[in-house]
């Protein structure tokens, strides 16, 4: 339920944020001795000393989003000399985040994690008049790449997507296909492999990935559209299959899985973590902070720590990522009509 | 069987540690804290303390959050009865009847039997959850989206049958809380519904804000009108559990600790569902329902046994699946995987020692609480003697704080102002208040339940009908909605003869 | 009852006075609230009617509303009608008939809704503070220099317990507090 619309939807901890507490309590020693002093904040160059650059996470604390923020802000911190800050503004399918990140100041100290399969259903999807769109944001820099699996039960007579499709070929609205939720990044993938397969599958959908996981292993529904990391321990205890991987190309958690391309299916529905800012932010600022972030998941320890959390790695330019987001945009916008004319 | 005794006993052999007490006894007691604050739950309480345990070593670390996830439990119970205030809508059931009683005096025999019926509901369930977890994983598996659908239809049958001291008003409530649950993102068509352009709507009306804002804001309003001597019998409470107190709450705290446990298990149920469900039965079974309302303490006994029976219950689909039964379960599951537990079919196979741990320190931590909390609850008491210029801003204050840090919102806080007007407005107007928390649980699991029902089936209601539990339920149902009809339209003609003169509901 | 000194019998659960002033209230406060319940089991209605009532896999988006709407309706009218015709059916609403106590409840309500409209702009220590102040004057009638005293300490114990110690986000508004 935490964050429902990013592909991987695992409630997982809050990972070292061990410092924090003990540093706050320090912090908030020193501030009783000064209670109502005003920080000096002159005007200089990014970053300005001493001023916190904040991250908005658009999801509750504890969900990828939030994790995969709060290490990129620990490591972040050392690299650009200024304390960083993570704040929580779930809600609306990150549509409340986003808004907050629109109006901030575009001085580079307001940032923001987007998942951009929901940043981007949030304003394509006129009905949820949303204040923003894709110029309302500064792109900064692509931080982690994902996909969700077609998972079905260890007997399922399913050994290949190619197996679905034909099933679903010979009785159309039949194979019943297990979502994270309505028009979310699991039923997206799904509606493009119908039109792709050119197929019609029956959506049954859950709200998040714990309750979808126990349909499919109950047999409710026939096939999972689902993240990985709450599907490999399924998999491992010898419950649940994959069939086919959404990414572009394999994940390194589950190498033997072929993608959908591998299987001779043109869809691909990678999920993006990026880091954005504000519209109007300065080109050297957002240079600054892209290649600080660069410098960071070049390092060996800071991959340690996503692999740990499951998550890859993937930069992009500020430059790279605005081009992929367009391209993004108009894929999701076809889907996401696609998927509305299917209702009627 | 005999095996898995042995495991328990060297499970409490690393629970009962020297160090490990010293963490339980920290986590029961900050547990506690943050659960008497409105607003933050148990949720919060272990997403706030989560990194308190990162540096600590596994079996420490488990133990602490065991004990913090309970003392929780016994936490939100202490200002439910006292303020009226439910930190979680868990404890708004044992708000209903402990706050009337804290009102005659009883508010220490209300927290006393709270914390007993906690006690044995958390741990006879522990116990069950220790022997028989994996055949009872079977139980939670059965529940599709067709048995969800019937229970919860079934549980709001309940609700509209609840009663209330006028049924045309119950009913008011009732539709008013499901117009509230409709609120939000449509399930069919995933539009926005009722929300009037407002993005903050797009998730439903948020749940914690509208129970702070209906019973503890309201609650204080409505002391405000004469705030002179609005806790002044509750002040001479003492800690006394009669014999007649003792024998109305055993069979309840005996049935709330079944139920709450079997609805505990199913995933998505929770602990809310579970002591609404706990507080019907008593008044189905009683043989003066027409009191409950004015302090039974059948009504605390049962719901608060059923509460955290069916947060044990929540934890069995978590230990034997890896699938979190509910929005507390998950985050506890995040920290027992920073904690390298991987909770799954394999844990009780790989990692069998901590499992058996964290079940072992469960019990130590209901222990603790259980001596913690009796001796404390005189002074939990003599929080009222802090005259009402005081004592009221504090508790604002700290309904602010809450309703703020759940999601960082303005929204949310002015949600608090808006339905602490409307809960005092019901107040005055002797509406009762429990349906629409109900009804705004309830609702969009009915709505969502169905639907998905309807996708399995592809539009064939004959669904609800071919799976025989759901049937059951849903048969259930129709009889619960039927014999009210029928008996007691007969016995209100009969009383209708005589002016309705109830005073106080609330 | 207008006297601020403890007496013992206003509790809440008092009864107004008996007699044609008690049920006339009756009647116009019930007669209200059924008048606001029917405003929105109409704007529910509204708006379900541009929701779809049935889809091919059953209820629709607006199938719900739609009905509880016209139950709401329903039901509304039938308060509204024992609130015309047969007031001594309803419980007598307990009014303190003291404007001050009416006075209170606004001041906290108004409060509230300030602290959510301003918190983020003006941050969380300087409105918990004013809030506090406000509620210690006007609430507590304690002077302005305690009332002022307890704010300020009770702001920084707040701030301290939630910020410092639990590590809870607290807005910093425009200046940085």
Redesign the interface.
């Known amino acids: 339920m935490l964050c429902r619309l990013t592909g991987v939807t695992i409630d997982l901890a809050v990972m070292h ?1 061990g410092g ?2 003990m540093r ?2 320090i ?3 020193a ?2 001795a000064a ?2 002093s ?2 000096p ?1 002159p005007a200089s160059a990014f970053p300005e000393a001493g001023k916190p650059i904040t991250i908005i996470v658009p999801f509750s604390p504890g969900g990828t989003t939030d994790v995969s923020a709060r290490v990129l802000a620990e490591f972040l911190e050392p690299e650009l000399g200024v304390p960083f ?1 993570v ?2 503004r779930p809600g609306a399918t990150t549509q409340i985040g986003s808004t907050a990140l629109s109006q901030a100041d575009p001085d580079g100290h307001t940032l923001s994690l987007a998942s951009l399969p929901s940043l981007v259903m949030t304003y394509v999807d006129e009905a949820r008049q949303a204040p923003y769109d894709r110029s309302s944001f500064t792109p900064v820099a692509h931080y982690i790449s994902g996909a969700n699996l077609l998972a079905v039960q260890a007997d399922s007579p399913y050994k290949s997507v190619n197996d679905l499709i034909d099933a679903a070929r010979e009785n159309p609205r039949t194979v019943r296909m297990g979502t994270v939720g309505l028009m979310s990044n699991g039923h997206l993938p799904g509606i493009a492999l119908e039109d792709t397969a050119d197929v019609q599958f029956a959506f049954v959908h859950f709200n998040g990935a714990a309750p979808l996981v126990t349909a499919l292993l109950a047999g409710d529904v026939d096939v999972a559209i689902n993240g990985t990391q709450t599907t490999i321990p399924h998999i491992k205890a010898g419950k649940m299959r994959a069939i086919g991987f959404f990414g572009d190309r394999r994940t390194a958690f589950l190498p033997e899985l072929p993608t959908l391309r591998d299987q001779q299916i043109d869809v691909a529905a990678p999920s993006s973590f990026a880091v954005i800012g504000p519209a109007g932010m300065d080109a050297s600022t957002v240079e600054t902070l892209s290649s600080a972030i660069e410098t960071v998941i070049a390092k060996p320890e800071f991959q340690d720590r996503l692999t740990a959390l499951s998550l890859e790695s993937n930069y992009m330019t500020a430059d790279e990522l605005e081009a992929y987001w367009a391209d993004f945009e108009t894929r999701q916008a076809r889907l996401i009509e696609l998927a509305r004319s299917a ?1 009627q | 069987m005999s095996e898995n005794f042995s495991l328990l006993l060297s499970g409490f052999g690393n629970a009962l540690r020297m160090e490990n007490l010293i963490f339980a006894f920290a986590g029961c007691f900050l547990g506690t804290l ?1 659960g008497m604050l409105p607003g933050l739950g148990p949720s919060a309480a272990i997403a ?2 989560l ?1 308190i345990t990162a540096a600590m070593d596994p079996t420490a670390a488990i133990v602490m959050l065991a004990a913090i996830y309970y003392g929780c439990q016994y936490g939100d119970t202490i200002t439910a009865v006292l303020f009226n205030t439910p930190g979680t809508g868990g404890a708004a059931m044992t708000a209903v009847e402990g706050h009337m009683m804290a009102k005659q005096g009883r508010a220490g025999t209300a927290l006393a039997i709270a914390a007993i019926a906690s006690f044995v509901g958390g741990t006879i369930t522990v116990g069950v959850l220790a022997m028989i977890a994996l055949p009872l994983t079977s139980l939670a598996l059965s529940f599709g989206p067709p048995e969800f659908f019937a229970l919860i239809v079934l549980s709001l049958v309940l609700v509209v049958t609840l009663g209330s ?1 006028s049924i ?2 119950g ?2 409530t009732t ?2 809380g ?2 509230l649950a ?1 609120v939000g993102t ?1 399930p ?2 995933g ?1 926005p ?2 929300t009037f352009g407002q993005m903050h709507l797009l998730d439903g009306v948020a749940f914690i804000p509208v129970i702070i804002g209906l019973f503890g ?1 309201g609650e ?10 609005s806790f002044r019998e509750a002040v001479v409470s003492k800690l006394q559990i009669t014999r007649d107190d003792a024998r109305r709450s055993a069979p309840a705290i005996a049935r709330g600790t079944v139920l709450g446990f079997l609805i505990g298990i199913i995933p998505g149920m929770g602990t809310i569902p579970a002591a609404f469900m706990s507080y019907v039965t008593e008044k189905r079974l009683s043989r003066t329902p027409e009191r409950f309302g004015t302090g039974m303490i059948e009504g605390v006994a049962g719901p608060e046994s059923a509460n955290n029976a069916a947060a044990n219950g929540a934890l069995l689909p978590l230990l034997t699946l890896g699938i979190p039964g509910s929005g507390v379960v998950a985050i506890l599951m995040g920290a027992l995987m920073m904690n390298g537990i991987v909770p799954g079919p394999l844990m009780f196979e790989e990692q069998s020692d901590l499992v058996w741990t964290l079940i072992a320190s469960m019990y130590v931590g209901n222990v603790i609480l259980l001596v913690l909390n009796l001796p404390f609850i005189p002074m939990w008491v003599s929080i009222l003697r802090i ?4 004592l ?3 508790i ?2 700290f309904t ?2 809450g309703a ?2 759940l999601a ?1 919102s ?2 949310d ?2 949600l ?2 808006v339905f ?2 409307i809960g ?2 019901m107040r ?3 509406f009762p208040l429990v349906p629409i928390i109900m009804t705004l649980i309830l609702g969009p699991m009915m ?1 969502g339940g ?2 998905r029902s ?2 399995m089936s ?2 064939d ?1 004959t669904i609800f009908l071919n799976r025989p539990i759901t049937a059951g339920f849903l048969a259930l149902a129709v009889v619960f909605l039927l014999l009210p009809l029928v008996s007691g339209v007969r016995r209100r003609l009969k009383r209708a003869s005589t ?6 509901t609330d | 009852m207008t006297s ?1 000194d ?1 007496q013992p019998d ?4 008092s ?1 107004t006075g008996s007699g044609g002033q008690g049920t006339r209230q009756v009647h116009r ?2 007669a209200i ?1 059924a008048l606001t ?1 029917l405003l ?1 089991a109409g704007i ?1 209605g509204q ?1 379900a009617v541009s ?2 009532f049935y ?7 607006g199938f ?2 739609a009905i ?2 016209g ?2 309706a329903l ?2 009218v ?2 509204l009608y ?1 609130a015309l015709f047969r007031p ?4 007598r ?2 009014f ?1 008939g ?1 404007p001050r ?1 009416y006075a ?2 606004a001041t ?2 108004l409060a ?2 300030a ?3 301003f ?2 702009d003006l941050g969380f ?1 300087p409105m ?1 503070a004013l ?2 102040f406000v ?2 004057a006007v ?4 002077r302005l220099l305690l009332s002022a005293t ?1 704010a ?1 300490t ?1 702001t ?1 114990a ?3 317990f ?10 910093s508004g425009a ?3």
Do not use: C, W
Not at chain 2, 220 to 229: G, R, Y
């Open positions: 944020m924090d507490i706050n309590f912090k908030g020693l501030l009783a209670l109502f005003v920080a904040t800050e704040i929580n209702q | 943050v706030i303390l990194p001291s045309l008003r009913l008011i539709v008013f499901l117009i409709m449509d069919v068509m539009l519904r009722l804001v204080i309003l409505k002391n405000l009108e004469d705030p002179s001597n005259p009402y210029s005081f009221f801003p504090v604002l204050g602010v704080v703020y840090s960082n303005q929204f806080l002015g608090i102002a602490g007007l005092y407005v005055k107007l002797d709505e169905l639907r309807l996708e592809q539009g209601f002016p309705v003169s109830s005073g106080e | 601020a403890p206003t509790g809440a659960t009864q406060t019930y609230a319940l929105i529910v708006q929701m779809r889809t091919y896999l059953g209820p629709g988006a719900f509303p509880l709407a139950l709401l039901l509304s039938s308060l024992q001594d059916t309803l419980p609403v307990a303190t003291d106590a209170r409840i906290v309500l509230l809704l602290i959510a409209v918190i983020e220590r918990m809030f506090f509620m210690f609430l507590g009638r304690h307890l300020i009770l920084f707040y701030h301290f939630f910020k410092s110690l639990l590590n809870v986000p607290l807005p200046f940085g507090l």
